[in-house]
């Protein structure tokens, strides 16, 4: 448990109209009585006069204070609402750190003596660290799946089947000399155990929740001169690559972001695809072919029947305007007419929807995957065979469900989380 008290401003960033200083820990509210004269009420805001230690007026400011633990870092909590200058907020911070006991939160504290305090857990610190980063509606209702607690129940439900399977496990090895009561106990447990391990498996096989996060990846290739940087540009709305007659014109990858509906999509314009004898050329294809490799989808502007099989693919067809139609299973696309790219737009749409999690669903990130994985590889091994191995396989599962949700978390893990925030987060 924390002893000292933290402040931080927990606004945007300065200058604005309302700036917003929070303070949390023991001192929390002796502190600001000093600056304040008196507090207010408990969840009344307030007008008071701010006065440093010399006399100086810093600011009228509104005051709310909320006493622990009822409070969003289960602390007491004061906030001090000023006017959003620099000067005025620098000053105000400034009085803060003269107090005894007192000093700047660091990157995530509140956040962090939140989930000490039992306010959240750690899903929901992750969650809440995602919808800071959000950038597209999917990924910031993904965000707020998490961060509202929908994986923290689920993995509550599932802690509670695992204990009580635990329970009867060590019921069976107490009666192990009754061999009907055993028995019966041992079917029903191994029953629960692979309902569970199922139910686990189907978890495991959804995909990632750092796809949703960091976009679907999607590679634009072909050979060369086949409309690729056209295409690039124009969903992206903007002239980012160079656009020539000339074959060979991109010789390195172009990367740009696109949020498209709400999901966050990496498009990758590459080289064409082609045997040159040219040194310069050759390095450009190499890493186009790379690119491509490691595609979550991929946009082909080649001969549809040469189009890759090994990943998701859109096989375009480019300069639809002054072409033969689009052959069967591939899009026609024109950046030369109006509404000439809506039909890819709407299949790249589709495609893309399809590799990422549902955004209204909790998902698991690649630390709770981890997790899940372990508890799963120790329940495959309960079985009626030894009541011990089996009783321990239990409490291994146990462990890592409470990894997962933070019961039972490392320094470094939470260091890695909430150095993400900002530092009135």
């Known amino acids: 448990m924390t002893t000292d008290t933290i402040f931080a401003l927990s606004s945007g960033a300065l200058p604005a109209a309302i700036a917003i200083v929070r303070v949390s820990g023991p001192l929390a509210e002796s502190g600001v009585e000093r600056l304040a004269g008196t507090l207010p009420e408990p969840r009344r805001a307030a007008v008071r006069r701010l006065v440093a230690a010399n006399g100086d007026l810093i600011d009228e400011a509104l005051i709310l204070r909320f006493p622990a633990p009822h409070t969003a870092t289960g602390e007491s909590l004061v906030e001090i609402h000023l006017h959003g200058g620099r000067a005025v907020v620098a000053r105000c911070l400034a009085e803060l750190a003269t107090l005894p ?239 000439g790219i809506d039909l890819l737009q709407e299949e790249l749409m589709m495609m893309a929807k399809s590799l990422l999690p549902p955004p209204d669903h909790a998902t698991l990130n690649r630390r709770q995957n981890r997790l899940l994985n372990q508890a799963l590889s120790s329940l495959v091994n309960v079985s009626q065979a030894d009541l011990l191995v089996s009783a321990e396989m239990l409490r291994q599962a146990l462990h890592a469900l409470d990894q997962i949700s933070g019961r039972q978390s490392t320094d470094d893990v939470l260091d890695a989380l909430f150095g993400r925030f900002c530092l009135g987060k």
């Open 101 to 339: 006991g007192l000093r700047e939160a660091e990157p995530g504290e509140f956040t962090r003596r939140a989930m000490l305090n039992g306010r959240l857990d750690l899903t929901q610190a992750e969650g809440l660290a995602d919808l800071l980063s959000a950038e597209t509606e999917w990924q910031r209702r993904a965000a707020m799946e998490s961060a509202g607690g929908r994986l923290r129940q689920q993995i509550e439900k599932w802690r509670e089947r695992v204990v009580m399977l635990s329970a009867q496990a060590e019921a069976a090895i107490d009666y192990v000399g009754d061999e009907d009561e055993t028995g019966l106990d041992l079917a029903v447990l191994v029953a629960d155990v692979e309902s569970l391990v199922t139910e686990w498996r189907a978890w495991l096989a959804r995909p990632p929740a750092e796809m949703l996060q960091q976009g679907v990846k999607v590679v634009l290739a072909g050979p060369p001169n086949s409309g690729k940087s056209s295409l690039f540009n124009a969903l992206l709305g903007s002239d980012k690559a160079i656009v020539t007659p000339i074959a060979g014109t991109t010789r390195d990858v172009l990367e740009a972001r696109l949020d498209l509906d709400g999901i966050l999509l990496i498009l990758h314009d590459t080289a064409g695809l082609h045997h040159s004898e040219d040194q310069v050329e050759q390095i450009g294809v190499e890493r186009a072919q790379r690119a491509s490799a490691a595609a979550d989808l991929l946009l082909w502007l080649g001969e549809p029947t040469e189009a890759p099989t090994a990943q998701a693919v859109i096989k375009v067809h480019s300069r639809a305007d002054e072409r033969d139609p689009a052959p069967p299973g591939s899009v026609p696309a024109s950046v030369r007419q109006a509404g």
